[in-house]
């Protein structure tokens, strides 16, 4: 009997869902990084097997939204609740159920597919408190399993994923076997350069940049030459940015191209340059532009 469905993951912003989902893949197809707020989109991704095709939904962190790309960012991440096979709410286990989470765990409340309970990063947190959340959690939702991992060390994933498989239904493939995610190569550019931003920039910034790629082309001997815009809301980001005498900009480029380098399997030339749009996050047309598609 073949398996297949959709599994989607959500919770609060930073607590390791496209970590999750890039262990699982064992790929990096989802951007990373200790800010919060760090994945805009709902990233789809496949995994084939013989026995099971199971289609993950990364998603932007829950939050209280404060300009329109963050409405955009929630409503996505709930939207990808619905018709799903699978909810994973992630959280991490630091003794507490705070409001982000109940606020959370309210929306989930009828929904009629399994949720799982995945408690991340418990390399960080001790046993106490791993028990204390256990506890409290429990308490407060009904959930279909619950599983402690630990995303970065693969700790507990492999359980998590045969509980997962088990939940399947019975279904047809819905993707070619070699397919592993709905994103362009564009879209995964952007974000390798995003990335490399925010891994680079002091916390007042990354919230407010968006990457724009105006220039993709490969040369007869194969060379990919980019050009991309990061885009800032101030002009003092801009300073922060480019850096003293370039070099934040600078480590930006080098970091971005040596991973574009590697995703794309060639040479890569990349300029970058970086524009101050004043508040794009709250200019529907400019959310538009940048792709953040169906802006309310
Ligand atoms: N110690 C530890 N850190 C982890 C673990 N999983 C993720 N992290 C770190 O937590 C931070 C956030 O990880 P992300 O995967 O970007 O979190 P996210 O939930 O996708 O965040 P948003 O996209 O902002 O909603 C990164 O610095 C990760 O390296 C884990 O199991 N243990
Ligand atoms: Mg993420």
Redesign the pocket.
Known sequence: MFKSGFVSIV??????????M?YIMGEKL??????????RNNIQTIKTTDDYQMVFV????IHKPKHKLGEYMVNSAKDSTKDVDLILF?TNPDGELGKGDSFILESLKGKQCPIFLVL?????FTQDKVAETLSKYSKAFEFDEIIP?????G?NVDTLLKLMVDKLPEGPKYYPDDMITDVQERFVVSEIVREKALRCLRDEVPHGIAVDIIRMKKNEKGIYHIEADIICEKDSHKGIIIGKNGAVLKKIGETSRYELERFLRTKVMLKLWVKVRKEWRDNNNLLKELGYKNVK
């Open positions: 919770g609060r912003p930073n607590v390791g869902k496209s970590t999750l890039n989802s951007i990373v990084s200790n800010k919060p707020q760090t994945t990364d998603t932007p962190g992630l991340n990063k418990v390399d960080e991992i630990s995303a970065i060390k700790k």
